[in-house]
Every structure is written in C-alpha cells, then in structure tokens.
C-alpha cells in the first residue's frame, strides 16, 4: 500500500511537529511529541525542532506508518516511547 507523506510540516507548540500523510484519500495527521525529536538522536539535542525533525524524518515517517497500519487511533502521536521502543 503506497503511503505518501506530505513534505511540509507545522510546528505545533503543544505537541512538537506535526506532519500529514495520504491514506486512500484521507489525511491522517502525525504529531512527534518534543521528548521524542530530542530522544531519536541526542547528538542534536540542542538542535532547534525543525533541525531534529528534518535530520530524523524518515525514521519519523515510519513509525507513523507501522502505527497506522496498525490501526492506532488518530491523529497518530509519536512519543519517546516510540523512539526508544
């Protein structure tokens, strides 16, 4: 199942980023938690969000799709849980 992720993304001050993906037609929002941007690769850590997210993105983006996939409910919410799992 082809799984396109919009290249854009909006920081989202109560959450961290949130980006979009297409599935069959519908947009199912992505949000990375902060704790999480920080978490994926501590070498940046002092990086600004958008530095974190754009280094990790496809790291990011896959995780949304096996949460997807996996039916979790949206808007699917990316934590350090997910990141250190």
């Known amino acids: 199942m082809p799984f396109p992720f919009d290249s854009s993304y909006t920081i989202n ?3 961290g980023i949130s980006f979009e993906a297409d599935l069959d037609g519908s947009t199912v ?9 920080q978490d994926i690769d ?17 790291a990011f983006e896959d995780i949304a799709k ?3 996939l996996a039916g979790e ?5 990316i934590t350090s849980a997910d990141v250190s799992a």
Not at 44 to 56: D, R, Y
């Open 13 to 15: 001050g109560a959450f």
């Open 29 to 37: 929002v992505c949000s990375v938690s902060s704790e999480a941007l």
């Open 42 to 58: 501590p070498s940046k850590a002092q990086c600004s969000l958008e530095e974190q997210f754009m280094a990790n993105r496809a």
């Open 66 to 68: 096996r949460k997807i």
């Open 73 to 77: 409910q949206r808007p699917i919410r």
